[in-house]
């Protein structure tokens, strides 16, 4: 039976296996162990038959693994993500976060599109092919806390090549491996203005503001075009992969028209070619009377590759301070610095990869950018710099990953199940010399 019928039979299998994994809900709610234990169980169906779960460094669970082939087969490590995030708002989605509901062809879900969906990618390949596999497997699924798991454990990531699992295709029918991922600093800055609140009444105009101080430094953040603007930091790249069209991201986004879209370059530059900053969140003691002493912001500063992460973070304190009006006080408190990552599509695993995709989908394959940092990419390949790391997934744009009203197109879980099928079958043959 043709690759293609043997996965369109198992898709009613990977849609009630996604429903179960769904359902689960966040990472951290009682019983999330069960989550792992549940990728436990599958992949040991499937012949890793080591496979076991690991404590990670951050409280998490990790599920590794292998399933050996003959002595000269290359090693492909499958990775994913089994963690999701808790629903602040259920009021936003459409539909439970927690239940797969189907909507108008697509799967909803919290976490549908994203770890979740990639593992079902994977279990579903690993199913279509049977004993079909001429390739050495490992499979690592877990979260951030992998980043700190694999100096302490190198050779369970040793591999000649990762499928590494990310938001995934440039859009419905359009494949696409992702080469950049942009760092992240982020930070709490505080301002004082006063040692204590004064009524507004009496000390207005000539007592300092301290909201009005950190509102007039966020702004520097930024120029009129909203270009963001950190004294020492270029803010003039230019994205050489995918393009993102201006119409589809302020769908994608849910910009309203009327409202411009940030950044003097294309959207693809602003998106994985230039230094972002977004004001995640402002605290200020509330009182309708009182002349605010102190406020703070919660700022966070995406870091395209590149530029080096703590450069830039040493970049955003200083602006802070400099650009700070009236002589008020500034203290910074950092969260985190995460580096950027950068891979090239050279490899003999990107080139396999390029070849299912054009027999899968009929159109070549694309590059494309992901926001949102991957510490696991760069720790992997500080430990392993000779394993080649292909990162790919069953989402795209429209899939609103991690955000609300989530949702799956079930022909990209089956293509995309195609082509790492298709990878893993020849990757034996066209994989590293």
């Known amino acids: 039976m043709p690759l293609r019928d043997r996965i369109a039979g198992l898709m009613p299998r990977a849609r009630d296996d996604l429903s179960e994994l769904v359902a689960f809900g966040p990472d951290h709610a009682p019983g999330s162990r069960n989550t792992a234990r549940w990728v436990l169980n599958r992949f040991l169906e499937l012949g890793f038959r080591d496979s076991r779960v690991e404590d990670l460094p951050d409280g998490s669970q990790a599920v590794v693994g292998s399933r050996p082939a003959g002595p000269d087969a290359p090693t492909v490590l499958l990775h994913a993500d089994h963690a999701v995030a808790a629903v602040p708002d259920d009021a936003v989605w459409r539909t439970p976060p927690f239940r797969l509901t189907e909507v108008h062809g697509r799967w909803y879900g919290r976490g549908a599109a994203g770890g979740r969906g990639n593992i079902l990618m994977h279990l579903t390949a690993l199913r279509a092919l049977g004993e079909d596999l001429p390739v050495h497997l490992k499979v690592v699924v877990g979260g951030a806390g992998l980043a700190k798991f694999v100096p302490e454990h190198p050779d369970l990531f040793r591999a000649d090549a990762v499928l590494v699992g990310v938001d995934g295709n440039a859009g419905v029918g359009r494949p696409a491996v992702t080469v950049s991922l942009r760092g992240v600093v982020e930070l709490v800055v505080s301002v004082r203005a006063l040692a204590e609140g004064r009524r507004a009444g009496a000390f207005s105009g000539a007592a300092p503001d301290a909201l009005a101080a950190l509102v007039s430094m966020l702004a520097s953040l930024r120029d009129a075009r909203g270009e963001t603007t950190v004294h020492g930091l270029p803010h003039n790249q230019v994205w050489l992969g995918e393009p993102y069209p201006a119409d589809r991201f302020r769908l994608d986004a849910a910009v309203p028209e009327g409202v411009d879209l940030l950044g003097d370059g294309l959207v693809a530059d602003a998106l994985w070619a230039r230094p972002a900053l977004t004001v995640l969140g402002i ?10 002493p102190a406020a703070t912001a ?30 008020v006080r500034v203290t910074t408190r950092t969260r985190r610095v995460d580096r950027p990552y ?5 490899g003999s695993a990107h080139r396999t990869v390029a070849a299912a995709m054009r027999e899968v989908y009929g159109t070549p394959m694309t590059t494309s950018g992901q926001g949102d940092p991957l510490p696991l990419c760069t720790t992997l390949t500080a430990v392993h710099p000779d394993a080649e790391l292909v990162l790919l997934g069953v989402g795209e ?3 609103r990953v991690h955000a609300p009203n989530e949702s799956l197109d079930p022909g990209e879980l089956a293509a995309m199940s195609q082509v790492e099928a298709r990878f893993l079958q020849r990757f034996a043959r066209d994989g590293p010399r």
């Open 342 to 346: 950068r891979s090239t599509v050279d």
């Open 283 to 292: 605290d200020c003691p509330a009182d309708d009377t009182a002349i605010a």
């Open 397 to 399: 744009p429209s899939s």
């Open 298 to 327: 919660h700022l966070a500063l995406h870091v395209p590759p590149g530029l080096d992460a703590e450069l830039a973070h040493t970049a955003l304190v200083d602006h802070l301070h400099d650009v700070a009006p009236w002589g």
